[in-house]
């Protein structure tokens, strides 16, 4: 990931909670500028797409990627959500987990900033 292009903290999460059943840990929230300028345009909070991610709701992936997801949950690998919006792909990904046992971020961004 490019991470020249993440600028933007999503805040403080605790001022807007994330709900539902976590299944991952998320780590620093981070979006990139295009990202949230799209988002910003088709009205879409990234919090909400953030939110969708962490309850394992993983949006627009194939089966192959769905069986990556559940693998890393296990092995403590990369997890990948991809939504549409407005008919253009937003992803959510997080990190792996670190040698300490913690996935350190999860970034929103555009397929484009990867």
Known sequence: MNTNNVAASLGDVTARTLTGTPRIELGRILATPGALAYLANHRVDPL???QL?????????????V????????????????????????????EA???AGSRNS????????Y
């Open 48 to 50: 909400h797409l953030v």
């Open 97 to 99: 987990v670190d040698d």
């Open 106 to 113: 999860t970034t929103v961004l555009l397929p484009s900033e």
């Open 53 to 65: 991610h962490q309850q394992g709701k993983c949006g627009a992936l194939d089966q192959e990627d």
């Open 67 to 94: 069986a990556a997801n559940n693998r890393a949950l296990i092995d403590g690998g990369r997890i990948f959500s991809s939504y549409i919006i407005g008919g253009d792909k937003v992803w959510v990904i997080t």
